[in-house]
């Protein structure tokens, strides 16, 4: 036992913990013993004398049902937790080390409702792969320990609260890779296969799949991709470039997955973008076919899928993003290449206005678009940062005809056509 609580401490104390406040991540480190004065963390600061602070994290071996329970469980939280407790996201990783990131939740109790929430704990990590911390701060309000809530009841070992410095990555770009961005279609067809018992729909995607796929072939004709954020005019552009050219116009997700889509925009990330990357193959094989006979225009393909992943998984400002030249950024080897991406550019209040006059449905990624001026930087830095088939961005604000001509001049130049 003395042992396993070693090697439990050792484990432990190299991990950072990142709490996100006001949509920006905040640090804090645990430590066996303080090494000078005890300073607390920016997390804690704002905790008042009689509340009680908790984590989650979701620790699970398999990381389908992991992520389907991370994300239930806010849901679930927000239901049974007293009015004014505190619910925000929170994380645990080892710096530098990919795959070790753990996601869950920072709960801020008020006093008086610490033994309704601490049944709801006690009952949850009963039950489920999670890990519950307890947080107490000291008589003069100066430190914080962590203590595994099953120990909490007699002879827990304690850790001591320290501040953290801010690590070199942001702890989602450690999972980013074949979780938030597929590199191969096997990775994503894996996903989707676990999730054949839970989300029967996923045997009918796999089954819109062509037998083989060669990402090798050449198209003969050329194929131009037309990306960009939504309402920037992607469907006039293509439409028009269709007409124009004679080209053959197709889309990622293509129409034969329509009928799914919204069933896989309300699964958490790991799920929603393995549909979206299947998707991106689907495609490939229409255009492959379709690219013997004519030029193809395609509305949205991979750009948008890694683009609006990376953004999401990352919080805070465009710095928080990989690095530029990241592994993250690059064309996955086994993807049809386009001869050419327009990435359409629009200023925001335009883009706005041009919503409003269209009125549509949106998504719940579109809505944060509109909202998080953070957001809508980050997909369109991620869109810009993309290598292998890098973009080329065009001013999307003058008349739809300018617009066509300007990319007409753009697919003359570059394609040839
Ligand atoms: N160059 C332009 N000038 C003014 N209005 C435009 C222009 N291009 C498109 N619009 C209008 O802006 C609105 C959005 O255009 P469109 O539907 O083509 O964008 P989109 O990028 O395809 O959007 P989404 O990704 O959400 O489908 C439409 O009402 C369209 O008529
Ligand atoms: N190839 C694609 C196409 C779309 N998406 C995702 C990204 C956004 O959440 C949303 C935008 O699509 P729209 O509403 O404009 O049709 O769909 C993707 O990940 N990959």
């Not at 770009?173 to 054949?196: H, P, R, T």
């Not at 290449?337 to 335009?350: A, F, K, N, R």
Request: aromatic content about 8%.
């Amino acid at each position: 036992m003395a042992r396993h609580l070693k090697l439990l401490v050792q484990r432990w104390s190299s991990r950072v913990f990142s709490v996100e406040v006001d949509g920006a991540p905040r640090y804090f480190g645990i430590r066996e013993q303080l090494r000078g004065e005890p300073v607390p963390p920016d997390v804690f600061s704002e905790v008042q004398k009689q509340d009680r602070c908790y984590s989650l994290l979701v620790c699970s071996g398999d990381r389908v049902t992991g992520d389907r329970f991370h994300w239930e469980l806010r849901d679930r939280l927000q239901r049974q937790l007293p009015p004014g407790s505190g619910l925000r996201s929170m994380s645990s990783f080892i710096p530098d080390q990919k795959g070790s990131l753990l996601k869950g939740y920072f709960l801020q109790s008020r006093a008086g409702n610490s033994s309704l929430i601490e049944d709801i704990l006690t009952d949850l990590e009963q039950r489920n792969p999670v890990l519950v911390c307890s947080y107490s701060q000291s008589e003069d309000g100066q430190q914080w320990t962590q203590c595994l809530w099953y120990q909490s009841e007699d002879n827990p070992v304690r850790f001591c609260v320290v501040p953290s410095e801010t690590p070199k990555h942001h702890p989602s770009v450690l999972n980013m890779i074949n979780s938030d961005v597929f590199y191969s279609l096997d990775e994503a067809c894996d996903v989707l296969k676990q999730c054949g018992d839970i989300i029967p729909e996923t045997r009918s995607v796999l089954g819109m799949l062509p037998s083989s796929l060669d990402a090798r072939r050449k198209p003969d004709f050329p194929v131009i991709v037309i990306e960009g954020l939504d309402a920037t005019g992607k469907t006039t552009l293509t439409e028009s470039l269709r007409d124009s050219l004679g080209a053959t116009l197709l889309r990622s997700p293509p129409q034969c997955l329509s009928a799914w889509r919204g069933r896989f925009d309300r699964e958490p990330p790991l799920i929603r973008r393995a549909f979206y990357a299947v998707g991106n193959y689907i495609t490939a094989e229409q255009i492959n076919q379709e690219a013997s006979k004519s030029p193809v225009i395609v509305d949205r393909f991979w750009h948008s899928t890694a683009a609006y992943a990376i953004a999401t998984a990352v919080t805070g400002p465009v710095s928080n993003l990989p690095h530029e030249g990241a592994e993250v950024y690059h064309w996955p080897g086994d993807l049809l290449q386009p001869s050419l991406v327009i990435l359409l550019t629009l200023d925001p209040e335009e883009r706005k206005r041009r919503l409003r006059s269209r009125g549509l449905m949106k998504t719940d990624e579109e809505e944060e678009l509109d909202h998080n001026k953070l957001f809508r930087t980050r997909v369109e830095e991620a869109y810009r940062r993309i290598v292998g088939s890098a973009c080329i961005a065009l001013d999307a604000s003058p008349s739809a005809d300018l617009v066509l001509q300007q990319a007409l001049l753009l697919i003359r130049a570059k394609c040839h056509l």
